[in-house]
């Protein structure tokens, strides 16, 4: 089945940086690639998603870019803020995950601290 | 906006007890899933459920159970609650397969 990693686990940056999260993915067939941003005693909320017929998507200050022939896919912070400080998720669909056709498989997390 | 609603943010069971987890949800989605959260695991799937009176094991079924009789409610059962259930559960869903996912805040369940 699909298998999602993502690095780093934990991020630190001074206010105003760059951050980059980044993930790969295992199942070629994967074709939806969602990120989640989690903020403490919340659930995670689905900030920006990206699927395979695009290379490329923005949102203000968020991009994600997705490279499928690595399998790898990327989340881009420009100008961090402190309120960017939380626990982020990627994920990817599978449609060839047996019965579980098109469930989210979760990378285990990246904590960005973002420093003022 | 999408609302998931957990009933409760906080519930700290004994061992052994049959614990009742609610979600609910206000889209009419077809998919309804949930996850338990542990620190360096990230979120796993316990079961999911694509219609009304339908479900399907996700990767770590064992302990729990589901029910879903209505379309916005999704229950899941601790048939008999262990220690090692003591987690943060979350609870989503989405309109259709392959679609984003909506989460409500959690629960957090302490077993002692």
């Known amino acids: 089945g699909e298998n999602v990693e993502q690095h780093p686990s934990t991020l630190s940056v001074q206010e105003g940086d760059s951050a980059v999260i980044k993930c790969t993915y295992s199942d070629s067939a994967s074709n939806y690639f969602p990120w989640y941003k989690q903020e403490l005693g919340k659930g995670p909320q689905l900030i920006i998603d990206i699927r395979s017929n695009v290379g490329e998507k923005k949102d203000q200050r968020i991009a994600v870019t997705l490279n499928k022939t690595a399998k790898h896919f990327s989340l881009h912070i420009t100008e961090t803020q402190p309120e960017d400080s939380a626990v982020y998720f990627c994920a990817a669909s599978s449609m060839n995950y047996g019965g579980s056709q098109g469930n989210l498989i979760f990378g285990k997390g990246t904590k960005l601290s973002v420093k003022p | 906006d999408v609302k998931v609603t957990q009933s409760s943010r906080y519930l700290v069971k004994r061992t052994g007890e049959k614990v009742f987890l609610e979600c609910v949800q206000d889209?009419?989605?077809?998919?309804m899933f949930w996850y338990r959260q542990d620190p360096g695991l990230g979120l796993r799937l316990i079961y999911f459920?694509?219609?009304?009176?339908?479900?399907e094991k996700g990767d770590i079924p064992e302990g729990y159970s589901v029910s879903r009789e209505k379309k916005e409610r999704f229950s899941l059962i601790l048939e008999s609650a262990s220690t090692n259930q003591t987690s943060m559960y979350l609870c989503a869903s989405s309109s259709h397969r392959g679609q984003p996912q909506h989460f409500g805040d959690g629960t957090r369940l302490s077993i002692l």
């Open positions: 889209m009419d989605h077809e998919n």
């Open positions: 459920s694509y219609d009304v009176k339908m479900k």
